[in-house]
């Protein structure tokens, strides 16, 4: 089991930046593939980015390339999301996951999930 608690979001304004954290539990954080993924109202839950056990792999969703990165530091047991360039239809419940498989872009490839951190883009 991993606890995953995430952090950092709130209200900016579009064009502007948050980085999100992720702080996990436990000692085996680098046998965990970590991803982030968003939930706006209404919608279903939508890949964001991913990043391999070593960091040395990463995937972006389309809609987020280019603007997003997703880095880990796992001497500190967090994954990060940096998102710069801020759109309105970024507005979500933004969430970060765990996985052992060295990569995964589905939902369903994910075992723990985090609770969730409000992210709102003001046009």
């Known amino acids: 089991q991993v606890q995953l608690v995430e952090s950092g979001g709130g209200l900016v304004q579009a064009g502007g930046s948050l980085r999100l954290s992720c702080a996990a539990s436990g000692r085996t954080f680098s046998s965990y593939a970590m991803g982030w993924f968003r939930q706006a109202p209404g919608k279903e839950r939508e890949f964001v980015a991913a990043?391999?056990?070593?960091?040395?792999?990463?995937y972006y969703a389309d809609s987020v390339k280019g603007r997003f990165t997703i880095s880990r530091d796992n001497a500190k047991n967090t994954v990060y999301l940096q998102m710069n360039s801020l759109k309105p239809e970024d507005t979500a419940v933004y969430y970060c996951a765990a996985q052992r498989l060295l990569i995964a872009t589905r939902s369903y490839e994910y075992d723990y999930w985090g609770q969730g951190t409000q992210v709102t883009v003001s046009s």
């Open positions: 990043i391999s056990w070593s960091g040395g792999s990463t």
